[in-house]
């Protein structure tokens, strides 16, 4: 991992055909994962805006010729949603398969001990039949469109949508609220490979994000 992060921040934008741009701030921590802040601004407001961006992960929705031509200069922050979930995804299978190895070298080690005479045994250190209960981590998807992301709150049995929000912020709150599900997801999963140390290995830090994203975090 790239270094150990406390504290990261994700801006979700979307270019409207106004030339505005709509922004929803995630801000995430070890403990949680909240909507921080929402924008919606002028393209002449260059300040404001880079005031606004700074130090955050950039996740464009919309229109991307747009998202080229006006936030160009924020672009190597980028981040894509595939990538968390390609990440998140193989994480979790990755600790399976973990468990899996420890649960068969467990039976295998017990059933070495118990084919030994029970006179010789006594003079071995004593093997117990381990009782694991296997991981439970979230069911990733193959992909996430984040266009639909009032569909995938609504299979979750989340609010896919906010009464009172602005037309213009409709679309970045809804992809922003469906991110910090996701994230959330990511730090359950992350607690649950901590709590098993023979998926890691060694006493485990809570990563705040995929390191595809953290990465750019660094940069």
Request: proline share 4%; glycine share 4%.
């Amino acid at each position: 991992m790239p270094g150990f992060k406390t504290y990261g921040s994700i801006a979700v934008v979307e270019v409207l055909t106004t030339g505005e741009i709509a922004i929803e701030s995630i801000s995430i921590t070890t403990e949680s994962c909240e909507l921080s802040g929402a924008w919606l601004i002028s393209e002449i407001e260059v300040e404001a805006l880079h005031q606004i961006l700074a130090g955050r992960l950039l996740l464009p929705i919309g229109d991307r010729s747009k998202v080229v031509e006006m936030l160009n200069k924020f672009l190597e922050w980028e981040v894509s949603i595939e990538e968390f979930v390609d990440e998140a995804r193989r994480d979790a299978q990755s600790a399976l398969t973990a468990f899996e190895d420890y649960v068969n070298q467990s039976e295998i080690e017990y059933a070495q001990y118990m084919s030994i005479n029970p006179m010789d045994r006594k003079l071995l250190p004593k093997v117990v039949k381990k009782k694991l209960v296997s991981p439970d981590f979230y069911q990733w998807p193959e992909e996430i469109e984040l266009s639909k992301s009032q569909e995938l709150l609504k299979s979750v049995g989340k609010l896919s949508e906010v009464p009172g929000t602005a037309v213009g912020m409709k679309n970045v709150l809804t992809a922003a609220r469906l991110i910090k599900h996701l994230v959330d997801m990511w730090h359950r999963d992350e607690i649950e490979r901590s709590n098993r140390l023979y998926v890691v290995n060694q006493a485990a830090q809570i990563a705040i994000l995929p390191n595809c994203w953290l990465s750019k975090l660094d940069s």
